[in-house]
């Protein structure tokens, strides 16, 4: 594996350890101060700048702690010099709604990019499929 394919798998793992613990500091550590992120919940638009993006975690944490999951259950990365992505596949619920549907996944999709030598998130997708 590519060093920076690791670098960034080690930081989304790191990423998505913290959103479980509700580690506020950790979440926001490697994002730039302009990402934009689209979530699941509104608004539909999404939110720019790290203010923002730092306000839609606390109804999460909260969420968590009633004991749900945010496992990662696959995660593929692709880099280049100074920019790069990742998509993953996470089981994201709470234990009734994965017994309802047991094989719904979080899809998350991230664009990052390098900043002397390090690499940071600038875009963040998160969604479920519309089993509508």
């Known amino acids: 594996m590519h060093d920076d394919e690791a670098r960034i ?3 989304i793992q790191r990423w998505a350890a913290a959103v479980h ?3 506020m500091d950790v979440v926001l550590a490697d994002h730039s101060d302009d990402i934009v ?3 699941v919940p ?3 638009d999404g939110v720019r700048g790290i203010g923002a993006y730092q306000q ?3 109804p999460f944490f909260t969420w968590q702690r009633s004991g749900a999951t945010f496992d990662i259950v696959s995660l593929d990365v692709v880099a280049g010099d ?3 992505f990742a998509y993953a596949l996470l089981r994201c619920g ?3 709604e994965l017994q309802r549907d047991p094989d719904n996944r979080l899809r998350l999709t991230i664009g990052l990019r390098k900043e002397d030598d390090r690499w940071v998130v ?3 997708h998160h969604s479920f499929p519309d089993k509508g």
């Open 37 to 39: 992120m689209f979530d």
């Open 21 to 23: 613990g509700g580690d």
């Open 82 to 84: 100074d920019v790069a």
């Open 42 to 44: 509104p608004p539909e």
């Open 56 to 58: 839609t975690w606390p």
């Open 122 to 124: 600038v875009h963040e």
């Open 9 to 11: 798998r080690n930081l």
């Open 94 to 96: 709470t234990e009734e």
